[in-house]
Nanobody
Framework: EVQLLESGGGLVQPGGSLRLSCLGS????????MNWVRQAPGKGLEWLAG????????MYADSVKGPFTISSDNAKNTQYLQLDALQTGVTAMYYC??????????????????????RGQGTQVPVSS
C-alpha cells in the first residue's frame, strides 16, 4: 500500500523559502514517478511538478517553473520540493502524489488526472506577512 507522509510546511513570509519533504513507504519508492500537487482554499487540485523514475527527468507546471525545484533521494525514500520566492496569495496545502502503479511515464497532469493520484495528508504552507 502506497503511504506518503509530507512535512516541512509552516508560515512563511512573502518572498521567503521553504523545503517540503515527502517520505514514502509501503512501496518500492525508486520505481515510482513522484509528484507534488497543491490545493488552495476553495480551489481545485493543481499539479506542480514531477520527477521520473531514476530522477533523470523533471517537469514543472508553467506557474511554478523557476521558483520551485523538485528532487528525490531514493536511498532515503524521500522526495523534496524547494519553494522559493513565495508570493502572498498562494497559501495552499501541498501534497506528495504518485500513481498507484510503478514505472509510469512522467507527465504533466490536468486537474482530473491529478485527483486520481495517490496522495498523502498534505502539509500546509500559509504565506503571510
Amino acid at each position: 500500500e502506497v503511504q506518503l507522509l509530507e512535512s516541512g510546511g509552516g508560515l512563511v513570509q512573502p518572498g521567503g523559502s521553504l523545503r517540503l519533504s515527502c517520505l514514502g513507504s509501503g512501496f518500492t519508492f525508486s520505481s515510482y514517478t513522484m509528484n507534488w500537487v497543491r490545493q488552495a482554499p476553495g480551489k481545485g487540485l493543481e499539479w506542480l511538478a514531477g520527477i521520473s523514475v531514476g530522477g533523470s527527468t523533471v517537469m514543472y507546471a508553467d506557474s511554478v517553473k523557476g521558483p520551485f525545484t523538485i528532487s528525490s533521494d531514493n536511498a532515503k525514500n524521500t522526495q523534496y520540493l524547494q519553494l522559493d520566492a513565495l508570493q502572498t496569495g498562494v497559501t495552499a496545502m501541498y501534497y506528495c502524489a504518485t500513481e498507484a502503479a510503478p514505472y509510469q511515464a512522467e507527465k504533466m497532469y490536468n486537474e482530473y488526472e491529478t485527483r486520481r493520484l495517490e496522495r498523502g495528508q498534505g502539509t500546509q504552507v500559509p504565506v503571510s506577512s
